[in-house]
């Protein structure tokens, strides 16, 4: 297995590493973060003067980004295997789809740091960009798991049951945990108006309802 853990400093983040108790042994495994430096807006100040705060910024972020490596190395295993840390700069979600690409990773594990619906909506969140973009598996951590005992699988095609099976024939957890595969069968309209099921003797009011009539109630 190949993977790929991408931290940023938040709790989520840590909690991503604490994963890898559950997770077998890495091929390799590699540590990244990414540095997302702001444009800064301030042209008063003179290009010159402009450029060298945005090269303070960028060191300070590096520096940071270092700390956040070290510190998500220094929580994982012992069995995690071989490890890499890398320090990149650019747009996150992007670079962390790149190296997944670069490497070949057949999974990248990341928090999820809940920004909301709305913001989501509206900006985007890295772990959601990479979930829906990413060409391999992705795992995203909202809560401390350290074991993984019960996995669910929704599928709804046969290439959700190829991709799913060809993720677990590389055994990609420590233990044997329970599976259960779900498909959901499309609630599908009547081909004709309800009311053309009910006879139209039921209609007229003169006409007595039967006695001892079964009353159905459905719950969904």
């Not at 590493?17 to 997770?23: M, V």
């Not at 599908?188 to 009311?195: I, K, R, T």
Request: net charge neutral; glycine share 6%.
């Amino acid at each position: 297995m190949k993977y790929i853990l991408a931290v940023d400093g938040s709790d989520q983040s840590l909690d991503a590493t604490r994963i890898f108790e559950a997770l077998s042994p890495a091929e390799k495994a590699v540590v990244l973060n990414v540095v997302s430096v702001p444009n800064v807006p301030f042209p008063a100040m003179g290009v010159g003067v402009a450029k060298d705060l945005a090269i303070t910024v960028e060191r300070a972020m590096k520096e940071e980004g270092e700390r956040m490596i070290e510190q998500a190395v220094s929580l994982l295993p012992l069995h995690v295997g071989k490890t890499e840390q890398r320090l990149e700069s650019g747009s996150p979600a992007e670079v962390v789809l790149q190296v997944a690409q670069e490497l070949e990773a057949d999974l990248i594990v990341l928090g999820a740091r809940g920004l909301g619906q709305i913001r989501e909506q509206m900006f985007g969140s890295v772990s959601h960009r990479v979930m829906t973009q990413a060409k391999c598996a992705t795992l995203i951590v909202k809560t401390p798991v350290r074991t993984i005992e019960n996995v669910l699988i929704p599928i709804e095609s046969q290439e959700d049951a190829d991709a799913i099976l060809a993720f677990f024939k590389k055994k990609p957890f420590r233990e044997p945990c329970s599976v259960t595969v779900l498909h959901v069968i499309p609630f599908s309209e009547p081909v004709w108006p309800m009311g053309a099921l009910i006879p139209p003797i039921f209609g007229k009011k003169w006409w007595p309802m039967p006695k001892n009539l079964p009353i159905y109630s459905v719950r969904s």
